[in-house]
T-cell receptor, first 116, second 112 residues
Framework: DAGVIQSPRHEVTEMGQEVTLRCKPI?????LFWYRQTMMRGLELLIY????????DSGMPEDRFSAKMPNASFSTLKIQPSEPRDSAVYFC??????????????FGPGTRLTVL | GNSVTQMEGPVTLSEEAFLTINCTYT??????LFWYVQYPGEGLQLLLK?????DKGSNKGFEATYRKETTSFHLEKGSVQVSDSAVYFC???????????FGQGTTLQVKP
């Protein structure tokens, strides 16, 4: 398996523009997580899905952020409109909770977002 | 609720020095415990894990033992290298949710 795939790896945009980040989890994993990492706030869990259903979005900072998982192999995180304070590295991770597995999460390489 | 506390960094060591990064946790039940490492410009990757009390996880010369009595999972390495410079995260798995609870991360810098 290729691991968790994220695109784009880098995104530079202007304030007010819409940004869409994409993630392909590892095949067969039933959980998908979106994290944000900044120097000031560290690693934050934004939202996670189980079997494509959002379970907890309490970490989403505000209504400008939305996430979807239309099928087991694809998820998006959208910011509309974007603001400079959204600049961060956004990680996607997936895991399997099948019996006997330890819930190890596998992380993608991240998307570095810069909002000017 | 569940939580993880790591020693604050940054930790600066000379090459070949002994490393300890402390991690303690609060949890319901018996979660799995993990150490993740993040090299500059990269995502987090699993370094080692332990799934039950008294288990020892090990990888690349790093070790950590799941201590239920002290609710700890301290990371150790006998001789660090410059290439070990990274941020290290301790984490526990929340039972039945698939979530990981992360510590705040500890930056390790190893000087030649």
């Amino acid at each position: 398996d290729a691991g968790v795939i994220q695109s784009p790896r880098h995104e530079v945009t202007e304030m007010g523009q819409e940004v869409t980040l994409r993630c392909k989890p590892i095949s067969g994993h039933d959980y998908l997580f979106w994290y944000r990492q900044t120097m000031m706030r560290g690693l934050e869990l934004l939202i996670y899905f189980n079997n494509n259903v959002p379970i907890d979005d309490s970490g989403m900072p505000e209504d400008r952020f939305s996430a979807k998982m239309p099928n087991a192999s694809f998820s998006t995180l959208k910011i509309q409109p974007s603001e400079p304070r959204d600049s961060a590295v956004y990680f996607c991770a997936s895991t399997s909770t099948r019996a006997g597995e330890s819930n190890e999460q596998f992380f993608g390489p991240g998307t570095r977002l810069t909002v000017l | 609720g569940n939580s993880v506390t790591q020693m604050e960094g940054p930790v600066t060591l000379s090459e070949e020095a002994f490393l300890t990064i402390n991690c303690t946790y609060t949890a319901t039940g018996y979660p799995s415990l993990f150490w993740y490492v993040q090299y500059p410009g990269e995502g987090l990757q699993l370094l080692l894990k332990a799934t039950k009390a008294d288990d020892k996880g090990s990888n690349k010369g790093f070790e950590a033992t799941y201590r239920k009595e002290t609710t700890s999972f301290h990371l150790e390495k006998g001789s660090v290298q410059v290439s070990d410079s990274a941020v290290y995260f301790c984490a526990l798995s929340e039972l039945n949710t698939g979530k990981l609870i992360f510590g705040q991360g500890t930056t390790l810098q190893v000087k030649p």
